[in-house]
């Protein structure tokens, strides 16, 4: 347990948490919506700082992230707990405890997970498969300890995060996949728990501060599929973060409190993905799905083959520094 980051105290034992952008008044013994910050006695506390419960080793494009570092291998780490309740959440057993649940996790300090990182010849350590905005705390120490040992930091994140904390911790974040999971405010509010203009605004302030950014939307049937919508996602994709930003398109499949929806047909993702190229941007991936060439990455000068992925494998790199040897095209991204 350690005393939270961004807070202030309101009166009468409450405090008003400043780290995600839910900005919750939690009084005295209470917990955030994230249920891993806690008042005692007019104090917040992570509840959840050192205590970890997913711990692996992982290729980067997993994440995914496809421009940065490809084939290298990266040091996921999670604890307990989330700001956001999405009905559809794979990570559901880790990411929703409730109120009153004790905390579990492994003890580790940062230094542990730097060292554990350079021990497996990972490149990277990934704050991911819950938010890592609620454990900020551990996040930003490790992240200090992981550049100064040569390491890049990668979050993997609902984009809620507000301003300052981003700030605080922008210096040491290299990269970071943001989910935007829609473009409809009520959908959003009901599905996900969270605020479009504000997952908005953070993506656009995650863009200004130099992290590389790419995002990935998971394409529910009857949800987000609506051609409408898949074309309103580019369209902020391409006015906000740029062409260069890579988008994931993910196939989606019955888990959690969705198991009433079938799959995405192969089809809707394979259309959502020409809405993206329609659209102008450079570089629009199809996950979660296991045939054709929708992971690979082409040239978007000559639309060579430059990068050749089956699932989360590199099977060809054709990049010299950064650029298509046929026609010197600068590919964007990390390649180092």
């Known amino acids: 347990m350690k ?47 050192g205590r970890i419960v997913a711990e692996n080793i992982d290729p980067v494009e997993k994440k995914p992230l496809f ?15 989330c700001n956001f309740h999405c009905l559809q959440c ?43 905005t609620i454990f900020y ?6 992240a200090k300890l992981a550049k100064e040992a040569g390491l890049k ?29 829609g473009f409809d405010e009520r959908k959003y509010l009901d599905i996900f728990g969270a605020k479009l203009p504000e997952v908005l605004e953070s993506m656009i302030e995650y863009r200004k501060q130099g992290i590389w950014l790419e995002v990935t939307t998971l394409v529910i049937p009857g949800v987000n599929d609506s051609e409408t919508e898949l074309k309103n996602i580019a369209a902020f ?6 062409v260069d930003t890579p988008w994931h398109l993910s196939r989606f499949y019955p888990t959690y409190r969705m198991q009433d929806r079938p ?15 329609k659209a102008g941007l450079h570089y629009v991936y199809e996950g979660n799905i296991p045939e054709g060439n929708g992971e690979n990455t082409c040239c978007p000068g000559c639309s060579k ?21 046929d026609c010197g095209e600068k590919t964007a991204g990390l390649w180092e």
């Open 237 to 242: 994709i391409v006015e906000n973060l740029g």
């Open 153 to 181: 930091n990668i979050f993997v994140t609902n984009g809620y995060i507000c301003k300052e904390p981003l700030a605080g911790i922008a210096p040491f974040l290299d990269a970071a996949n943001i989910d935007l999971k």
């Open 263 to 277: 799959p995405t047909p192969v089809e809707t993702v394979r259309m959502a993905a020409g809405l993206g190229r």
């Open 90 to 132: 794979q990570n559901y057993t880790i990411s929703q405890i409730g109120r009153d649940s004790e905390i579990h996790g492994i003890s580790r300090t940062p230094q542990e997970i730097v060292k554990n990182t350079v021990a497996s010849g990972c490149s990277s350590v990934s704050y991911t498969y819950t938010e890592p």
């Open 137 to 142: 705390e551990f996040a930003l120490d490790t």
């Open 3 to 49: 005393e939270a980051l961004f807070y202030e105290k309101t009166g009468d034992r409450q405090v008003r948490c400043g780290l995600c952008r839910f900005h919750c008044v939690i009084k005295e013994g209470g917990r955030g919506r994230c249920n891993a910050r806690e008042n005692r006695d007019g104090v917040l506390y992570s509840l959840v700082y």
């Open 305 to 325: 083959v430059l990068i050749k992925r089956s699932g989360f494998r590199v099977l060809s790199n054709l990049l010299e520094n950064g650029c298509c040897p």
């Open 67 to 81: 421009h940065f570092m490809p084939a290298s291998r990266t040091f996921s780490i999670a604890t307990a707990g």
